[in-house]
């Protein structure tokens, strides 16, 4: 009798979790579909990391500085000649600013130097400091491993001018004018 009873609760238990099984399941079924990557912060995800950097050397506007000629073209530039620095200065308050050789700065930063870089420098305008510094690692990690592919090319740019210091060099003026009077 004691026996019988104890085979029928262990039928129960059994049955119960074979239900549960079953449902866990058919839950995880479900999920696969529509399933997003679990991820702390945003990255592109490419074909391969070289590919995502390319993505976000272009959408992230870092051509429309570094790369001679760009903005002025509207991006037609050879790709072999992109990021390879620019002659033409930036002028503001802070003096005058030429944006760096990026296909030499890679050469010289290891990539945990240039996700160093990226994550915690802020320098002089107009490079958008405050934006790049919010990169996540493996995107400042593609922008590496891309810049890197295109090769060392060119010179180093000429170093940042005091302000009231008169370029040589053509620049452009960022010095706002006609501000409504206080
Ligand atoms: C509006 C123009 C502008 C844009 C856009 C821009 N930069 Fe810059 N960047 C500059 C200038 C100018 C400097 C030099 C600043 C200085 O002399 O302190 C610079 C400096 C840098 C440096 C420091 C290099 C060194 O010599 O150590 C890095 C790295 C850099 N930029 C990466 C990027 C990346 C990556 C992007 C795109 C996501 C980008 N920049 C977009 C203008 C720009």
């Given at each position: 009798?004691?026996?019988?009873?104890?085979?029928?609760?262990?039928?129960?238990?059994?049955?119960?979790?074979?239900?549960?099984?079953?449902?866990?399941?058919?839950?995880?079924?479900?999920?696969?579909?529509?399933?997003?990557?679990?991820?702390?912060?945003?990255?592109?995800?490419?074909?391969?990391?070289?590919?995502?950097?390319?993505?976000?050397?272009?959408?992230?506007?870092?051509?429309?500085?570094?790369?001679?000629?760009?903005?002025?073209?509207?991006?037609?530039?050879?790709?072999?000649?992109?990021?390879?620095?620019?002659?033409?200065g930036?002028?503001?308050?802070?003096?005058?600013?030429?944006?760096?050789?990026?296909?030499?700065?890679?050469?010289?930063?290891?990539?945990?130097?240039?996700?160093?870089?990226?994550?915690?420098?802020?320098?002089?305008?107009?490079?958008?400091?405050?934006?790049?510094?919010?990169?996540?690692?493996?995107?400042?990690?593609?922008?590496?491993?891309?810049?890197?592919?295109?090769?060392?090319?060119?010179?180093?740019?000429p170093?940042?001018l005091?302000?009231?210091?008169e370029p040589k060099t053509p620049y452009?003026?960022?010095?706002?004018?006609?501000?409504?009077?206080?």
């Amino acid at each position: 009798m004691n026996n019988l009873f104890y085979l029928s609760k262990l039928r129960v238990y059994f049955s119960f979790v074979i239900l549960l099984a079953v449902l866990i399941f058919l839950v995880g079924c479900g999920k696969t579909e529509d399933a997003q990557p679990q991820v702390d912060s945003p990255y592109v995800v490419a074909a391969n990391q070289i590919e995502a950097g390319r993505y976000i050397a272009i959408i992230g506007g870092c051509n429309d500085c570094h790369t001679e000629g760009y903005l002025q073209s509207e991006g037609k530039v050879p790709e072999e000649d992109w990021l390879a620095g620019s002659m033409l200065g930036w002028q503001g308050e802070w003096g005058t600013t030429y944006p760096s050789n990026l296909r030499l700065r890679v050469q010289e930063l290891t990539e945990e130097e240039w996700v160093l870089v990226v994550h915690e420098r802020t320098d002089l305008p107009p490079m958008p400091w405050m934006n790049i510094n919010q990169m996540s690692e493996q995107d400042a990690k593609a922008l590496y491993h891309y810049i890197k592919s295109l090769g060392p090319k060119g010179k180093h740019v000429p170093d940042a001018l005091d302000p009231g210091v008169e370029p040589k060099t053509p620049y452009l003026s960022l010095i706002p004018k006609n501000l409504p009077q206080k």
